[in-house]
């Protein structure tokens, strides 16, 4: 069964430091993408980034990267420079069906509560 | 185009009444998504629809479930004789799937309905 697991209920972290939110996963399909979204309280669920299964360098945006091991099933976020509203929920998820490259049909961990503390 | 809207934002209502939540997709989407989300849990997927026709449905889907999305544009999701279990975050997603030039997206979120059952 394809599963995503999210090992850290909870994280706090101090402004400007950097913090490493773990993700592992399986599944048995070999091109996928792999995705962190975030929900503030309160508030709608945002894609923070996005990492193709296929493409060997690790995603960045901004503060935001990933350490994606394919081989491992690994693929933790990296905030750097964590500043008060990255507080919210983070969740791991993937396509539990990758056919035509469909990235909506998710499986998301359970998710981590990153608290940001000035 | 604001992003994926949904209607109503909260609806608490009594053991076996029915309910009907809305979603309107972002406009250019031809695929649409609704997830369950309960109290500190990652949404767990109930089904999709490329344009009008659901493709999928889960498991979490009981019969007292069902959605629609006529004309291939908003989606309804309906809850016949609701119980206490139907206690959630019902949220919705929509993507663009593009099988010809590969022009995919991720799934956008929206704010959700929060359905309190009592």
């Known amino acids: 069964a394809q599963t995503v697991t999210q090992s850290q209920p909870e994280m706090s972290v101090q402004e400007a430091e950097t913090v490493t939110l773990s993700c592992t996963y399986d599944?048995?399909?070999?091109?996928?993408?792999l995705f962190w979204y975030k929900q503030p309280p309160s508030r709608q669920m945002i894609l923070v980034i996005r990492?193709?299964?296929?493409?060997?360098q690790n995603a960045t945006e901004n503060r935001f990267s990933v350490n994606f091991q394919k081989a491992a099933k690994s693929f933790s976020l990296k905030i750097s420079d964590s500043q008060l509203g990255d507080t919210a929920m983070y969740f791991c998820?993937?396509?539990?069906?990758?056919?035509?490259?469909?990235?909506?049909?998710?499986?998301f961990g359970k998710g981590t509560k990153l608290s940001v503390k000035p | 185009d604001t992003g994926v809207s949904q209607d109503p934002r909260h609806k608490i209502t009594k053991r076996g009444q029915n309910v009907t939540f809305r979603c309107d997709p972002i406009?250019?989407?031809?695929?649409l998504y609704w997830y369950r989300q309960t109290l500190g849990q990652g949404p767990e997927f109930l089904t999709y629809?490329?344009?009008?026709?659901?493709?999928?449905k889960s498991r979490l889907l009981s019969d007292r479930f069902s959605a629609e999305r006529p004309k291939g544009s908003f989606s309804t999701l309906e809850i016949q004789r609701t119980e206490q279990g139907d206690s959630a975050m019902y949220l919705c997603?929509?993507?663009?799937?593009?099988?010809?030039?590969?022009?995919?997206?991720?799934?956008?979120f929206g704010q959700g309905t929060r359905l309190t059952v009592v």
């Open positions: 997603a929509s993507s663009l799937a593009s099988f010809k030039h590969r022009g995919n997206t991720e799934a956008f």
């Open positions: 599944t048995s399909e070999n091109n996928y993408y």
């Open positions: 990492q193709e299964a296929y493409k060997q």
């Open positions: 998820a993937f396509p539990f069906r990758a056919y035509g490259g469909s990235q909506g049909n998710l499986i």
């Open positions: 406009s250019e989407h031809n695929r």
């Open positions: 629809f490329q344009n009008e026709a659901q493709l999928e």
